[in-house]
C-alpha cells in the first residue's frame, strides 16, 4: 500500500489550517505530519481529506439519463421511476455489474471521493435464483474496488418482502430477496470476498421498513456486532403512510423506539421528518445520509439539514442513484435546497466556520463514521484519504482559508480535483484516474450491450 512522502503548500488539518505541511505515509496510513517544512516528495498545492461516499447503488450508473421522459402516467414519481430500474436491472449480468461498478468508482475518485459504502443489493439471478456461489455479485463488487483503487465499505441488502404487509416480493425485486437465514449465508461469503482489500469492511443493510419484517431486521440489527448498519427511512410520503398505517408510527419515530440507533448506524435520506423527529434522530449519534443530487432528481423532498445540524446532528453524503458523480455538487445541492426552502443564504453556516467548510468537514467526518473507516480528517494513524485541488484555478488563485472550500463548492467543479488518494494508492493525477481508458472500454462494452437488449 503507499508508502512515501506527500507535501502540500496548504493543507486541512484536524485544528484547521496549516501551511507547508509535510505527510509521510507508511503502509496507506498517515505516519507523520509537519507543518512549516521545506519541499520533499509528491508537492501540491492545497490537500484536504478526502470523503466517503456514503450511498452508492453502483448498477444504476448505467441508467443515467434514461428515465428524463414521461410515459402514458400524467404525473411521473419516484414509483414509476422504480419499475423502469426494475426492468433495467433484469438484464444485467455479474460481467455487466462488475464493469459499471468500475466505471463509477473510477468517477467517484476523479471527483474527490477515496472511497465508497455500496449498498450492495443484487444478489441474484433473473428470476431469482441464486448464483452457484450466493456472494457472486458482491464478489463483482470487490473486484472492481481493487481494480480501481477505491476504499470499500460493502454493504449486502436484506430485502424479503414486496411492503409492510409481508407481501411477496414483486418480478422486479426477486433478484434482492433473501430471508434472514440465506442472508446470513451470503453476507460470509461476501466478507470472504474481501479478503483481498486491505481497507475493506463490510456492514449490514436492512433495505427498509417496508423490505424487512420487524423480526428479520432485529434478527440482522443482532447480528451485525460492530458493523456498520445503513437503512433506508423516510424517503417518500407514500412510505410514511404505509408504515404508520402497518405499524402504527412514522418510520424515524418507530425505528428510534423499537431499536437502540447510535452512532454505528447510517439513515439514508430521511427526507420525509416532523421537527420532533429530526432532533431525536440528531440526538443518536447517527448519519444521515443525504444524497441531495439523487434526492432532487426523484422528488423525495428536502432534509431539513438547518434543525438537525443545529441539533448537533451528524451526515454525510452519497451518490446513490449515481446519475450524477460530483463531491462538489452534492455538498452546493445540499445548501441550495435549504436556500430555496427558507428563502435565505448562507444557512448551514456557522458564526465561526463557512458554508463550505460546514459542508465540507462534516461530510468528511460522518462520512468515515458511516463507513465505519479510518478516516475523516488528515491525521496520524488514519487511512491516507486524500484530494488535491488546482489553488491555481481562476476561482480559487486568490482565495485562502475557508474561501477555498466556498469557491470550490459554490464556484467551481470536479475540475479543479487535480489528485486523489486512497488509503495512500495515488489513483488520480491531473484529474484522471491512471486507468480511465481501460475501465472506460470495459463500461462502453457492457453499455452498447445492454443497450441492444433494452
Keep these: 500500500m503507499g508508502t512515501g512522502v506527500i507535501w502540500a503548500e496548504r493543507a486541512l488539518l484536524p485544528g484547521g489550517w496549516a501551511e507547508k505541511?509535510?505527510?509521510?505515509?507508511?503502509?496507506?496510513?498517515?505516519?507523520?505530519?509537519?507543518?512549516?517544512?521545506?519541499?520533499?516528495?509528491?508537492?501540491?498545492?492545497?490537500?484536504?481529506?478526502?470523503?466517503?461516499?456514503?450511498?452508492?447503488?453502483?448498477?444504476?450508473r448505467a441508467m443515467a439519463g434514461m428515465t428524463e421522459a414521461r410515459g402514458p402516467d400524467p404525473r411521473d414519481t419516484f414509483w414509476t421511476w422504480r419499475q423502469l430500474m426494475?426492468?433495467?436491472?433484469?438484464?444485467?449480468?455479474?460481467?455487466?455489474?462488475?464493469?459499471?461498478?468500475?466505471?463509477v468508482q473510477m468517477e467517484m475518485l476523479e471527483a474527490g471521493f477515496a472511497a465508497v459504502a455500496e449498498f450492495h443489493y443484487l444478489h441474484h439471478r433473473p428470476g431469482g435464483a441464486p448464483y452457484a456461489d450466493p456472494a457472486e455479485m458482491s464478489g463483482r463488487i470487490a473486484a472492481a474496488a481493487e481494480a480501481t483503487g477505491i476504499g470499500l465499505t460493502l454493504l449486502p441488502v436484506l430485502y424479503s418482502q414486496g411492503g409492510c404487509d409481508g407481501r411477496a416480493?414483486?418480478?422486479?425485486?426477486?433478484?434482492?430477496?433473501?430471508?434472514?437465514?440465506?442472508?446470513?449465508?451470503?453476507?460470509?461469503?461476501?466478507?470472504?470476498?474481501?479478503?483481498?482489500?486491505?481497507?475493506?469492511?463490510?456492514?449490514?443493510?436492512?433495505?427498509?421498513?417496508?423490505?424487512?419484517?420487524?423480526?428479520g431486521l432485529a434478527e440482522v440489527v443482532a447480528a451485525a456486532?460492530?458493523?456498520?448498519?445503513?437503512?433506508?427511512?423516510?424517503?417518500?410520503?407514500?412510505?410514511?403512510?404505509?408504515?404508520?398505517?402497518?405499524?402504527?408510527?412514522?418510520?424515524?419515530?418507530?425505528?428510534?423506539?423499537?431499536?437502540?440507533?447510535?452512532?454505528?448506524?447510517?439513515?439514508?435520506?430521511?427526507?420525509?421528518?416532523?421537527p420532533a423527529e429530526t432532533r431525536a434522530l440528531a440526538a443518536t449519534g447517527a448519519v444521515a445520509g443525504l444524497c441531495p443530487i439523487t434526492e432532487a432528481n426523484l422528488g423525495d423532498g428536502i432534509f431539513d439539514g438547518v434543525r438537525y445540524l443545529g441539533a448537533g446532528g451528524r451526515f454525510g453524503v452519497g451518490s446513490d442513484s449515481n446519475i450524477r458523480i460530483s463531491l462538489a455538487e452534492e455538498l452546493r445541492q445540499l445548501e441550495y435546497s435549504q436556500r430555496l426552502r427558507d428563502r435565505g443564504r448562507a444557512v448551514l453556516a456557522r458564526p465561526d466556520r463557512s458554508t463550505g467548510r460546514v459542508l465540507f468537514q462534516g461530510a468528511v467526518q460522518?462520512?468515515?463514521?458511516?463507513?465505519?473507516?479510518?478516516?475523516?480528517?488528515?491525521a496520524e494513524g488514519l487511512w491516507a484519504d486524500l484530494?488535491?485541488?488546482?489553488?491555481?484555478?481562476?476561482?480559487l488563485a486568490m482565495r485562502r482559508g475557508d474561501g477555498l472550500l466556498d469557491a470550490w463548492i459554490f464556484a467551481g467543479d470536479d475540475r479543479m480535483v487535480t489528485d486523489t488518494w486512497a488509503a495512500g494508492r495515488h489513483m488520480v493525477t491531473g484529474g484522471r484516474h491512471r486507468d480511465r481508458a481501460a475501465i472506460t472500454a470495459r463500461y462502453r462494452a457492457a453499455t452498447a450491450r445492454l443497450g441492444d437488449l433494452l
Design 21 to 60: 505541511v509535510r505527510l509521510e505515509l507508511r503502509g496507506g496510513r498517515i505516519f507523520r505530519i509537519s507543518p512549516g517544512v521545506a519541499p520533499e516528495g509528491v508537492r501540491r498545492d492545497l490537500l484536504l481529506p478526502a470523503p466517503v461516499n456514503l450511498h452508492s447503488h453502483a448498477f444504476q
Design 169 to 215: 416480493l414483486g418480478p422486479g425485486q426477486v433478484r434482492f430477496g433473501n430471508d434472514p437465514e440465506r442472508f446470513a449465508r451470503l453476507w460470509q461469503a461476501a466478507k470472504a470476498a474481501l479478503g483481498g482489500l486491505a481497507d475493506a469492511r463490510i456492514g449490514v443493510a436492512p433495505h427498509s421498513l417496508r423490505a424487512v419484517s420487524r423480526d
Design 225 to 274: 456486532g460492530g458493523h456498520p448498519i445503513h437503512m433506508h427511512l423516510a424517503e417518500q410520503v407514500a412510505e410514511v403512510e404505509e408504515v404508520l398505517a402497518a405499524y402504527g408510527a412514522r418510520p424515524v419515530e418507530w425505528l428510534l423506539a423499537q431499536h437502540e440507533v447510535g452512532p454505528r448506524w447510517c439513515l439514508i435520506h430521511c427526507t420525509q421528518m416532523r
Design 387 to 395: 484530494v488535491a485541488l488546482d489553488a491555481g484555478h481562476a476561482d
Design 86 to 103: 426494475f426492468r433495467f436491472l433484469d438484464q444485467l449480468t455479474p460481467e455487466d455489474v462488475e464493469a459499471i461498478a468500475a466505471f
Design 366 to 378: 460522518g462520512g468515515a463514521q458511516a463507513a465505519g473507516r479510518e478516516s475523516g480528517a488528515i
